[in-house]
């Protein structure tokens, strides 16, 4: 695919936001719009772009003329600024009045909260979020895995996480999704120790777990169940009877200072700063790595699919920029979305999958659950 048309990489100075303009470029969008308000930081990163040099602009997403300037003749908009419980719909309302569909790596159910008053099939837009790793990619490989899988999926257990970096937005939302009385953050992200049994989310189905010893990880690991808001779309969607999600912290720093700040008063500033120190402290003398593990029993048999990175953030950008690409493409339908149910799982996980440092196995063992899974 080669596209003459404008695309608009708002954060395109952020960790997202610079390998989604590289992935932008290597999907063959030549015209690439970077913006943020730090000018100098954009044009650092759109003079270095593969395939010639992009376009920077200064632009702050918390002022209404700057935004609409920066979205003025664009084709699509991809945000990849936040925290994404604050931004909300904002950067989507700007594109979508300046005649641009959007994508966004983040959003959620903030921005959906936001834009699903709005007529977007009218218009004749389309607006994708979620379209990055988790959530994102996190529910397309499911979808994917599952459709290999005949006579239809039965019980689905995962595992997410890993040791990354924490850039200063990541770390903001992050705080922000732990949800409580701070402001913004009144759209909840999903519940802590809860799981999808037979139809419907149950409260305190499982517990936390420390010092596990899972297949799929290096070393010992803590696990978090938590089924997030996209965990309980893919239930419903795929029909599970069960879905046990668990979030997986292979360094105490980062679960620890999440522990402590969860249900108290924080500063988001202060709390954030912490989160990037606590993840520098983990990843101490250790190399970057995330993993996301499904594990389906289905009637017809096991199926287990282990997805691998050294870089989450790139993986983000990725699905991001292949959020673009099928947009351009007119491959997504006028309306709201998450990415989760518009892309095509198969050609997504083909192509993320195909991105350097990523790796993805499938094997058919049944995986003795039971064994690592500390359910009450
Ligand atoms: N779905 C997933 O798996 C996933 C994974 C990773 C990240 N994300 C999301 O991706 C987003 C970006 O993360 P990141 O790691 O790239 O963050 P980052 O490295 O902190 O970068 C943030 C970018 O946004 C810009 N920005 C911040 N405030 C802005 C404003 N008011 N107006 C315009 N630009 C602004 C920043 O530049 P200036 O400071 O110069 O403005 C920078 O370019 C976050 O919402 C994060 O939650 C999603």
Do not use: I, K
Not at 21 to 33: K, Y
Not at 75 to 90: D, E, I, K, T
Not at 218 to 236: D, N
Not at 303 to 316: H, I, N, Q
């Amino acid at each position: 695919m080669t596209s003459a048309e404008v695309v608009g990489v708002l954060g395109g100075s952020g960790v997202v936001g610079r390998a989604a303009a590289g992935a932008l470029r290597e999907l063959g969008v030549e015209r690439l719009r970077l913006g943020g308000r730090r000018l100098e930081a954009v044009a650092a990163v759109a003079a270095g772009l593969p395939g010639g040099p992009a376009q920077a602009l200064a632009v702050d997403l918390d002022d209404r003329e700057s935004l609409a300037a920066f979205c003025a003749g664009c084709a699509v908009v991809l945000n990849c600024a936040g925290p994404s419980y604050q931004v909300r719909g904002r950067v989507a309302l700007a594109a979508l009045a300046a005649g641009a569909d959007y994508v966004d790596v983040a959003g959620d159910d903030p921005a959906h909260e936001q834009l699903h008053g709005v007529d977007l099939a009218g218009l004749g837009r389309s607006a994708v979020l979620s379209a990055g790793m988790l959530p994102g990619l996190s529910g397309l490989l499911p979808r994917w895995l599952a459709g290999q899988q005949p006579g239809g999926a039965g019980r689905l257990t995962v595992w997410t996480g890993g040791l990354d970096r924490c850039s200063p937005t990541v770390a903001a939302d992050l705080v922000l999704s732990l949800g409580g009385d701070r402001a913004g953050a009144a759209v909840p992200f999903g519940e802590s120790l809860a799981a999808w049994r037979h139809g419907r989310r149950v409260s305190r189905a499982l517990c936390a777990q420390d010092a596990a010893e899972l297949p799929y990880f290096p070393a010992a690991v803590s696990l978090q169940p938590y089924l997030s808001t996209e965990a309980e779309r893919l239930a419903r969607a795929l029909g599970l009877d069960e879905l046990d999600w668990f979030n997986v912290f292979p360094g105490r720093h980062v679960r620890e200072l999440l522990a402590a700040l969860t249900g108290g008063r924080v500063q988001l500033g202060d709390a954030a700063d912490r989160l990037v120190r606590a993840a520098e402290l983990d990843l101490t003398g250790r190399r970057p790595y995330y993993r996301m593990v499904f594990a389906l029993e289905s009637p017809s048999g096991a199926a287990t699919a282990v997805l691998g990175t050294g870089d989450s953030y790139r993986l983000t950008a990725a699905v991001g920029a292949l959020a673009v690409a099928a947009t351009l493409a007119g491959d997504v339908p006028a309306g709201l979305h998450y990415a989760a149910e518009v892309l095509d799982p198969g050609e997504t996980v083909r192509r993320v999958t195909a991105t350097p440092g990523v790796t993805l196995d499938v094997s058919h063992d049944p995986v003795e659950l039971d064994a690592v899974v500390g359910a009450l």
